[in-house]
């Protein structure tokens, strides 16, 4: 991949959190969001399927099969955790307890709009909690490559796919760089090491503003 690896998304959305937040992490790459919590904050993690206080993936040693998080993975919990049914869970969410949610995706829109849970004609489950995560969290960031595995474009100008939320999605890391959404368009606040603007662009089918001087990212 290039631009950013999985880690480096997620140690850059690391950098988002504040002290004191409550936090969801979707599946996939924000799920490695736990690894790269900074030092000297207390962030309290949540998952929808019951679960606050979750902390760092499990060594070899620390593996236990009964506790997971949303997405079917091993976790760890930390001091003062608890454990509890996903009616409260959903509570916690719909009720706007949750300070921040990093999502998946596999389209994003210039207006914000977001799509991460079907791709017709294939085989899902259902949405899961994506639907009341997005509803119930007013400062939303989304974690995902930039394009997908045909290179075609992620930060779009409309999805295309069935949507989960709309006008919702405040932030987006990628691969590529940091995009904040505002007044309609994708604004590049900081591009990933090695990756010029013209690249960025390139790879952007929604509307995009970019600064010549805009900074790298840095860890």
């Given amino acids: 991949m290039k631009g950013l690896d999985k880690n480096g998304i997620a140690k850059r959305i690391a950098a988002e959190l504040q002290d004191g937040y409550y936090v969801n992490l979707g599946i996939g790459i924000p799920t490695l969001i736990a690894n790269f919590i900074p030092s000297g904050i207390n962030v309290t993690l949540q998952s929808e399927n019951g679960l606050l206080g979750m902390g760092p993936f499990p060594t070899e040693e620390q593996v236990d099969a009964d506790l997971i998080n949303a997405g079917k993975q091993t976790v760890t919990t930390l001091d003062g955790s608890a454990i509890f049914d996903s009616a409260m869970s959903f509570a916690m969410i719909r009720s706007g307890r949750v300070d921040l949610t990093v999502l998946g995706a596999m389209q994003v829109s210039e207006q914000g709009d977001i799509a991460n849970w079907k791709i017709p004609g294939k085989m899902v489950k259902g949405m899961g909690g994506a639907m009341d995560l997005v509803a119930g ?83």
């Fill in 137 to 219: 969290a007013d400062n939303i960031i989304v974690a995902m490559t930039h394009t997908n595995r045909k290179g075609d474009s992620k930060l779009l100008k409309s999805c295309t796919l069935p949507l989960t939320g709309t006008n919702c999605i405040k932030k987006v890391v990628t691969n590529l760089g940091v995009f904040e959404i505002k007044e309609g368009a994708f604004v590049l606040l900081e591009k990933a090491p090695g990756i010029s603007i013209d690249e960025i662009a390139q790879s952007t089918e929604g509307k995009l503003h970019a600064d010549q001087n805009v900074p790298e990212i840095i860890f």
